[in-house]
């Protein structure tokens, strides 16, 4: 079901919603937070897509602030979807003109969710100056997307001098899977100290860059950086050991091979998460990520050298797909140009 209310105020729109929650019942009670999204209206049908998947496991009131046109006469254009249309939550779009604009914070706050926690997210680059809005300061968890920003280092060292306890970003969230294999991976023999560590990947993603900087944190040894084309994501991490490296490669989009000196090539499972997966994993810890703020607080302190993946494989700095999946082929713990 989708109700439209036109040049409305906020005051009508919560009553509005007071009686559908009267009307509804233990369905509208079942609701356990409010997520807040700030968007543009090129983005609106991709964010109610992605929001209303995210959280299926988490039903929520989803209230999505679409900033119109700053000029002209202050309005407030609104549309409630709720059932088939809305999934598990519902959603609330408010569409601001005028001043609204400049004052969000007069339509969200008589329609967050009371005594329930509040999730603010941003998916499209990061706002300069963030925290200054009223969602920002209302919000306990706030989720960004430094991946539109399109400069990964330059926004990584910008977010990381701005952070306050509760931010957090998609880019994060998606390296959980290759932070896990690479810790899992240590936890075997020999338990010797890493040397060096190099992380492959497109020039364009800061998921590369954090998961750099969290290793060089966590491990106390350089990091290269090894730029791939744009677009790709994490392709590979070389860990260097007296014994011999560690690597893990990226194979498709549903694995990739773990190598090791002395043990068989290990195929392991690494899909690509969507959109929809990554928030709805943000949404499962409303609490602080002590792990992010401390890779944040690395960036000017891990020693990091930046070169081009294809010199980080001429020089066996770095192991591609190709040599991944040879070794896989032949047995061996590493390719034999290696």
């Avoid at 730029?227 to 590979?236: F, K, Q, W």
């Avoid at 002590?290 to 020089?315: F, H």
């Avoid at 047995?331 to 034999?336: A, I, R, Y």
């Amino acid at each position: 079901m989708i109700l439209d209310y036109p040049d409305v105020s906020a005051r009508t729109l919560a009553r509005e919603l007071v009686r559908i929650r009267t009307d509804q019942g233990a369905m509208a009670l079942g609701r356990v937070l409010s997520l807040a999204v700030v968007t543009d209206e090129d983005r609106v049908n991709q964010v109610l897509e992605v929001a209303t998947a995210a959280t299926r496991q988490h039903p929520s009131r989803i209230i999505v602030l679409v900033k119109g046109n700053a000029r002209g006469k202050a309005r407030l254009d609104a549309q409630i979807r709720l059932g088939g249309d809305a999934g598990a939550s519902e959603i609330v779009v408010l569409r601001l003109y005028g001043e609204l604009v400049r004052h969000e914070h007069a339509v969200l706050l008589p329609l967050l969710l009371p005594d329930s926690p509040i999730v603010a997210w941003w998916p499209g680059a990061p706002p300069k100056k963030f925290h200054e809005s009223p969602v920002a300061q209302v919000a306990s968890r706030r989720i960004t997307t430094m991946a539109e920003a399109g400069n990964p280092s330059t926004t990584l060292s910008r977010m990381a001098s701005s952070y306050e306890p509760g931010d957090t970003d998609i880019a994060w969230t998606r390296v959980t899977r290759w932070r896990a294999l690479l810790a899992a991976a240590l936890d075997e023999p020999p338990f010797e100290q890493v040397t060096s560590v190099t992380v492959t990947g497109g020039s364009d993603s800061p998921r590369v860059d954090l998961l750099g900087l969290w290793l060089g944190m966590a491990l106390k040894c350089p990091v290269t950086r090894a730029r791939s084309r744009p677009g790709e994501g994490v392709m590979s991490v070389r860990m260097d050991r007296a014994s011999g490296p560690i690597d893990l490669v990226r194979v498709d989009d549903d694995s990739a091979l773990l190598l090791a000196p002395g043990k068989l090539p290990r195929r392991v499972t690494l899909p690509h998460s969507t959109m929809a997966q990554s928030l709805s994993a943000e949404l499962h810890r409303l609490d602080i990520d002590d792990v992010y703020e401390r890779v944040l607080s690395s960036v000017k302190k891990v020693d990091v050298t930046q070169t081009t993946a294809s010199e980080a494989y001429r020089s066996g700095k770095a192991l591609d797909t190709a040599g991944a999946l040879e070794a896989e082929r032949t047995g061996l713990t590493q390719p034999k140009d290696s």
